[in-house]
């Protein structure tokens, strides 16, 4: 038996999409909002009356837009799920036309009207286009939560003449009036949807033709909200760029200095195009490769991206004549973020709208990382552009899907252009103007209270007494720096040499199941050994003794020999050339880790750079007066960064990188009275292909 059926919805199906498919109550006012816009409305009303109480609460939304005429509210309105947004988008779209107020439909799936839903159980609609009749219609939800079928329940459509004028007078609009609320509003709900309907446009380019009025009887629950007028003054760094296929282009960073901040100057960066790429795994364990974030792929047409981001540090804001520093922080806990924007009307994200986890990424790197408290920032895209972009049903942002994955990548890459930018003039910041020296907070202290105790104990033994145990504590500090310092830089290359080892361990298992002759195996193990007793020897402590550049060298090249054969690099070794014999006194284990943390920067950006013939180029020379030195250089791009701010902590242009690798050098460095110098390529006897690339020199004093 074969029969054709239909599904065939109870009527209580309509409050339960009320309810579970919008999230909160903001989002189903903010739905309705824009419906006003996609009617062309030039103004839409909110007023609220007895929120407190559902029973006599009254929420009207008014706006002056095309409103609809009998035909439409019965035969489009009423149909939950209609495609008739959907067509008009894609016949605009095809016929490049747009409304009367060059507007594209935001909505497309037919479900933004479940909005009123969501807020009350008796709805009263009342609509007309011009030159057409008033359409009146009053919906009690309360008559779908029974078992009937929804065919089954009517509701009373009247076609009447003109009773009233919409918002300003018009001839045409649309009033929807919502009784008997679902919940009662509290002063928090109140205060977070008049947050929204402000972020409802982007903060940098205000929609003159669109305007949000919203009015409610308890006024004292409105008091004390800051707008944005009255922060973006206080930001420090701004940015602005556009993306386009896969590049960042027109990028332009400024720090803006206060001018109480007199000891810093303002910047600008501008860079006219910087490629896109993100970092991936290969298939070689320990191995990765940079492949391009290409926005053309997809229908997303070019991103206009702008950032403003603060400094809420409270010893700074007081340089900065913030009359309300406890307000602006408020501000920017409830407004920040980064948001995106579809022809300037924003689309909401899931969550607390930390759709890009800044908050998280700031968590394990909260130096050189923004969150959501620090920004305010605007991804502005064009509504026929970006046709791949497609909203979630339940309005909390876009669909998670290849097209998203990309645009997201995207943004984060531009995000982090913006940040390592940021770090060198937060960095100067902290140096002029914070509480301590952040480099070495312990240190200077510890120096503080020592002048403190000299200057006001009087008595010798207390004093003694007191300077020894300060004494105890700058020691052990100092150790404790010392093993950081070894594990951070160390740490880069565990991964490589544990895979080196497994690879080993791997062959041997196959000699010995083969029954291979004994002296294969005999060398597998002594390979074995060698790798583990190399890698041993950097991690382990000693003290400190004479070492041998060359020796030291050749050791440094072993431990991290799988990465550079992994990534095809050829390494000139031309220190083994020179007849001297190069020795100084010191760590042998933090200086070799020194020199494979920076081996590892030019693996990185080698590949980063895409260059064909990768090269590493090593050597030995006293061509820097008064220095022994190690000089190491490659043939990629030379730095992005000034060589005066690289060696700060938390400084770098790496995709992903923290920016200690050549803070933990130059503290090595000093440790033994020496310096790391960036030399100009001119001042040493270096091959011509290594021009362009990074030259650095890990410089001893000569004895």
Known sequence: MKQAIVFKPRARLMSQLGEQLIKDETIAVLELIKNSYDA??????????????????????EDDGDGMSYDVVKNYWMEPGTDHKEKKLKEMLEKNLRSKLNRLPMGEKGIGRFGVHKL????????????????????????????????DVPIDIIERDPSCTFLNNSPSGTKIIIEKLKVPWTRGKVRDLQRAITSLNSPFEALDSFQVDFKIDKEEWLTGLMKYDEIKDYALFKATMTLQGNKIKNYKYDFYPWNSLDKLEMRTNAIGEIEMRREVKTKIKGTREFIPIDLSEFQIGSVQVELLSFDLDSSLLKFGDVSDSSGLKRYLKSNGGIFVYRDNVRIYSSGDDDWLDLNAKRVNSPADKISTNLVLGSIQLNRHESFDLKEKTNREGFIEDSAYICFRDAVLFAIEKFEHDRAQDKYLIRKYYGATSKSEPVVAEVASLRERIDKKISDKSLKKELFGCLDNIERDYQHITEVYQKSSSIGISMTVVLHEIEKVISELEHATKADQASQHVMGLVKRLSSLTMGYSSVVKSKNIKNFEFKRLINQSLFLVDFRLSA?????????????????????????????????????????????????????????????????????GKGFTIPTEMITKPFITDKMGGMGLGLHLASEIMKQHKGDIFFPEFDDLEIPYEYKHGAIIALSFKEE
Do not use: C
């Not at 609220?48 to 006599?56: C, I, L, P, T, Y």
């Open 40 to 61: 062309d409305a030039q103004n839409v009303q909110i007023t609220m009356s007895h929120v407190e109480d559902s029973e006599s609460a009254i929420i009207t939304i």
């Open 567 to 635: 990534h095809e690099i050829t390494v000139e070794k031309k220190y083994l050339s020179n007849q001297d014999e190069f020795i100084v006194k010191g760590n042998e284990n933090l200086i070799a880790s020194t020199i494979i943390n920076i081996i590892d920067n030019s693996i990185w950006w080698l590949n980063y750079a895409n260059i064909s013939n990768k090269k590493i180029y090593l050597d030995i020379t006293r061509e820097i007066p008064g220095y022994k030195s190690i000089i190491i250089a490659d043939n």
């Open 120 to 151: 009350g159980n008796r709805i009263t609609l009342i609509t007309r286009s011009e030159n057409h009749s008033e359409v009146y219609l009053n919906i009690d939800w309360s008559i779908f939560n029974s078992n009937q079928y929804l065919s």
